[in-house]
């Protein structure tokens, strides 16, 4: 089974902290991704990562960078925290074979004072 | 940004009862996908649909693609308490696949 997973799946920081988000991956997927999910507005890509070393800007980079320096590996970085960054983010990765599917961690919700 | 709109956004309904949540958008999707999220869990594919008109059933579970492939349909024959979730749809474009996701559909099924 794939299994992706978040460092952690509750985080409290203060504004202005830099935070750091890991995701780790264990199929050797060369794609991976960063969404936030808030109510009513479903998932919204951040990031998303072709391979290592290679990122793109998803739909709402603004206030988040990330890193991919090795394969099972994606860090979603928040510079400065802010409040309006309280979301639950979720990481995934995906399947580049028949069903292209994106398996996801448990997601990690950040609250931001 | 592409959109895509489910309705409706919440729904409760009793074990036994049907039920249809729709996923619309202004665009064209080369694919499809329902994911359902359970309480402190990320969504979990349920299914793919490719083709415009396309029909799949998962047990008691029937996904449609429109014809234009601009939309999809859930229906979900005599819900169960364990279909209780979120559900989500996907739309896929492009050659990277990413995935523009739906605003979501909550659904809780009593007993």
């Known amino acids: 089974d794939v299994k992706v997973t978040q460092s952690s799946r509750y985080l409290v920081k203060r504004t202005g902290e830099k935070v750091f988000l890991e995701c780790v991956q264990d199929m050797d997927h060369e794609n991976m991704f960063w969404y936030r999910q808030d109510p009513g507005l479903g998932l919204r890509l951040i990031y998303f990562s072709y391979d290592v070393k290679m990122k793109e800007k998803g739909d709402i980079p603004e206030g988040y960078s990330v890193s991919r320096e090795k394969k099972e590996r994606f860090s979603l970085i928040l510079e400065s925290a802010s409040t309006n960054q309280t979301s639950m983010y979720l990481c995934?990765?995906?399947?580049?074979?028949?069903?292209?599917?994106?398996?996801f961690g448990p997601g990690t919700r950040l609250t931001v004072l | 940004t592409q959109l895509l709109e489910q309705s409706p956004q919440f729904l409760s309904i009793q074990e036994g009862e049907n039920l249809t949540v729709y996923c619309n958008s202004s665009?064209?999707?080369?694919?499809l996908q329902w994911y359902r999220q359970e309480p402190g869990e990320g969504p979990v594919l349920l299914v793919t649909v490719v083709t415009g008109g396309e029909v799949k059933k998962l047990k008691r579970l029937t996904f449609q693609f429109g014809d234009a492939r601009k939309d999809s349909s859930l229906h979900i024959t005599a819900a169960q308490p364990g279909d209780t979730g979120l559900y989500l749809c996907?739309?896929?474009?492009?050659?990277?696949?990413?995935?523009?996701f739906g605003t979501g559909t909550r659904l809780q099924v009593t007993l």
């Open positions: 996907a739309g896929c474009t492009g050659t990277a696949s990413k995935l523009t």
């Open positions: 995934a990765s995906r399947d580049r074979g028949g069903t292209d599917t994106q398996y």
């Open positions: 665009s064209v999707f080369s694919s």
